[in-house]
Each structure stands twice: as structure tokens, then as C-alpha cells.
């Protein structure tokens, strides 16, 4: 079970690291997994270099993990990881991707961004996006740790972000097993890694609120077969039902007993 102070810390900071939430070995088990999903993707012809997101082919990007093993589907449905996301959103919520980078000696920072900027425009005024990242590897600064502005998911607009937003980048320092969950406001980025020798391997798990089209369309991404082998929970959280989008706001009683001492005087006909 995940702490109270953790959810605390995650309201506050947005951002908040749960350590050993899984065993090493099982971290190690879905790394194996991510080079097997690795040569899949890459049979399948779809690459791990993404030009427009990776400055060059040491941050190695494998995506429909979904699709590719049972660990990964574990993962994403992590009771931790699971109770971190209800915190913000509450009950109703979507998986909307699980992809991984595993940044290779020589891996050079991508973008600043918040995950909700990409997906909701400005001004952000709640929080539409949540990240669970899975480290797979152990995580330092020299080996490409992801890096993340203090403060930043207090920003609603691009016009937030200071001129100098790179100086005040600090690492996400944490160990293979742990867990960063992330509110997708705050901005940040990858690391470089200036290793010579080390893989930083992570999973990230994507979810918003249930409001929102999920990255993937995992209706027409997943096999029906597969599809058919989930838990009435999982296809709800990956919309594979009928209805994806619920209405969970509003105010459902009937007007009578929205307002019952008004008697409306009903028309004859
Ligand atoms: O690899 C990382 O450290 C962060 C990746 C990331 O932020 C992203 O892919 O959006």
C-alpha cells in the first residue's frame, strides 16, 4: 500500500519516489522483456530512434508494451502505481500508453516538457495526466536520470517556463524496483548519459483522466484475442468497452430531487 505522506508529497510536489515496489529480479525480468519487445518492434518495422523526440539512437524507445508481455501489463496495473493514480484522479481513470526508454552511454537530453502540455492545452489548471516510471535499472544523474524542475507543476502556461529553466533541472536519483510517479504538470526531461558502460532502463506508464482519448487506440492496437484475455477492471481502464468516456461530474438526480421545495406546476395539454 502506498504511504498517506506519499500521496501528500505527490499533491504537493508532483512528484513523489516509492521505493522497492518490486523486487530487483522482477525489474530485471521486464528489462529482459523490453529488449525481447525491442526486437518485436523491430521485426514488426517500427524503429527505437525517434528523431523528433531523441537527439540520437543511444536513447532507445520501444513502445505497444501493452501488447508485448505479461510483465509489462503487470506493471502498468501495479496495485502502488494503481492507488497513486486514484489519488489524484479517484476511481475513474484511463491507461493511455506504457512505453520504456533505456538510455544508452551516450544518450543526450530531448525536450523540456510537461506530459500534460503535450496533451491538453494551456492553461492547466488540474491534473488531466499522471506518470508512473518504473525504473528497471538503477537511476544517477551520470547514467541519464531523468531531470525535473522543482516547483514546475505549479506552472499553467508555456509563459511560466523562466529563460533559464535548464539551470534548475535536478535528477531523479532512484534504485532499480522503485517507482517515480509523476503529476503530469511538471516539467522535465532526460538525462544525459555520460557513462561508459551503464544502461538506464525505464517503463513509463501513461494515465489520464477518463475524459481524455487515450494515446493509444487500444481497440484497434491490441488483438481481439488479447483483448478478450483482460479482466473487466483492465478493459475499463484501457476504454475497450463500449462506453470510454463516462460521465462521472455531473449531477444525476432527477430535477425533483435536485430541488425539492420548488413544486413546478406542470403545463396541460
Ligand atoms: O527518459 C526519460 O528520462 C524521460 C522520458 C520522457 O519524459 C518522455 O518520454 O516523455
Known sequence: MATEEAKAHLKEHGWVIIP????????????????????????????SHIPHLDPNSNNVRIFNLMERDQVFRDLVCHPIGVEMVKSVFGENFLISNLSANIARPGAASMSLHSDQSF??????????????????TDVTKG???????????????????PSNAPELLVPFEAKAGDIIVMDGRLWHTSGSNVTKDQDRAMLFGYYTYPMMRPIVNWTAKLSKELQDSFSPELRQWLALDIYGNVPILGDMRYMSDQFPNINVKEDKV
Open 119 to 136: 496533451s491538453f492545452p494551456e492553461p492547466w489548471q488540474g491534473i488531466w495526466v499522471m506518470n508512473v516510471f518504473w525504473c528497471l
Open 20 to 47: 522497492d515496489v518490486i523486487p530487483k529480479e522482477l525489474a530485471l525480468e521486464a528489462l529482459d522483456g523490453l529488449w525481447r519487445a525491442k526486437k518485436a518492434a523491430e521485426d514488426d518495422g517500427m524503429p
Open 143 to 161: 547514467n541519464g536520470a531523468t531531470l525535473y524542475i522543482p516547483g514546475s507543476n505549479k506552472w499553467s502556461t508555456r509563459a511560466d517556463i
